[in-house]
């Protein structure tokens, strides 16, 4: 079987918050929806393409978008950018313990991988609510 259930959860959940996102949300939600797409793109594509599946491009995905999140918290000062940078930053360094030390995707991996995958989503479809209320507050007439 090419993909797990709990991966087809992930991925669905995954493009379910990235794409009301992009629909709802603001410039770095939409931004930030994009990286994570990027991300679900490279491991569907993963399964079927053999040297997508390469643990180092797995790595340089996590860098590239902890990197687009730094800049995002950095420019638009988000606290929900914040926690999903260091959400992504310890994927990273999971995905990087377990390449220096050559160590086989165990259990643990699978579970801190999704967990910390699902609080990024937990992040983005926050930060999108809270997109989604200032607009409405803008719109009200009396502010409240």
Same mark, same amino acid.
């Given at each position: 079987?090419?993909?797990?259930?709990?991966?087809?959860?992930?991925?669905?959940?995954?493009?379910?918050?990235?794409?009301?996102?992009?629909?709802?949300?603001?410039?770095?939600?939409?931004?930030?929806?994009?990286?994570?797409?990027?991300?679900?793109?490279?491991?569907?594509?993963?399964?079927?393409?053999?040297? *997508?599946?390469?643990?180092? +491009?797995? /790595?340089? $995905?996590?860098?590239? !978008? #902890? %990197?687009?999140?730094?800049?995002?918290?950095?420019?638009?000062?988000?606290?929900?950018?914040?926690?999903?940078?260091?959400?992504?930053?310890?994927?990273?360094?999971?995905?990087?313990?377990?390449?220096?030390?050559?160590?086989?995707?165990?259990?643990?991996?699978?579970?801190?991988?999704? *967990?910390?995958?699902?609080? +990024?989503? /937990?992040? $983005?479809?926050?930060? !999108? #609510? %809270?997109?989604?209320?200032?607009?409405?507050?803008?719109?009200?007439?009396?502010?409240?």
């Amino acid at each position: 079987m090419i993909f797990a259930p709990i991966l087809l959860l992930l991925i669905g959940g995954g493009l379910c918050v990235c794409l009301l996102a992009l629909w709802q949300g603001e410039t770095p939600e939409r931004v930030a929806a994009a990286l994570i797409l990027a991300n679900i793109l490279v491991v569907i594509l993963g399964k079927f393409v053999g040297y *997508l599946n390469d643990p180092l +491009i797995s /790595l340089a $995905m996590d860098g590239l !978008t #902890a %990197l687009g999140f730094l800049a995002l918290a950095v420019i638009f000062s988000s606290l929900w950018l914040g926690a999903a940078m260091l959400l992504q930053a310890a994927l990273f360094a999971l995905h990087s313990y377990y390449l220096v030390t050559d160590k086989a995707p165990d259990r643990f991996h699978a579970v801190a991988n999704n *967990l910390d995958f699902i609080g +990024i989503l /937990l992040c $983005m479809a926050f930060g !999108t #609510a %809270l997109a989604v209320r200032r607009r409405r507050m803008a719109r009200s007439p009396s502010g409240a």
